[in-house]
């Protein structure tokens, strides 16, 4: 059973900074990739940002480009969102995303149970 434990999250006023942090755990033979998304009430979960494990490779929505970066560590199969510049639009539950697979060989996608960022003064 795979676990994403989340941190990070908490209340910080316009123009602050956040970083969360997300480490995966149990039954993974390999991580393809991970990702941030994030979720208001009343919307569709959207994506902010994700990260391959092989070379690096990100990619942004384009409502984050520039002010936030993701990162990763493989030693420790995590993945970081340092989150600079936050508008209070940024506010959201951030959930951490890990496409891998198992050690049975199939591909699986699992969540973790998010993190409440709020930005606001």
């Known amino acids: 059973q795979v676990q994403l434990v989340e941190s990070g999250g908490g209340l910080v006023q316009p123009g602050g900074s956040l970083r969360l942090s997300c480490a995966a755990s149990?039954?993974?033979?390999?991580?393809?990739?991970m990702g941030w998304y994030r979720q208001v009430p009343g919307k569709q979960r959207e994506l902010v940002a994700t990260i391959t494990a092989s070379d690096g490779s990100t990619n942004y929505a384009d409502s984050v480009k520039g002010r936030f970066t993701i990162s990763r560590d493989n030693a420790k199969n995590a993945v970081y969102l340092q989150m600079n510049g936050l508008k209070p639009e940024d506010t959201a539950v951030y959930f951490c995303k890990c496409r891998h697979l198992a050690f049975n060989k199939y591909e699986y996608i699992s969540w973790g149970q998010g993190t409440q960022v709020t930005v606001s003064t």
């Open positions: 149990g039954g993974i033979f390999s991580i393809y990739a």
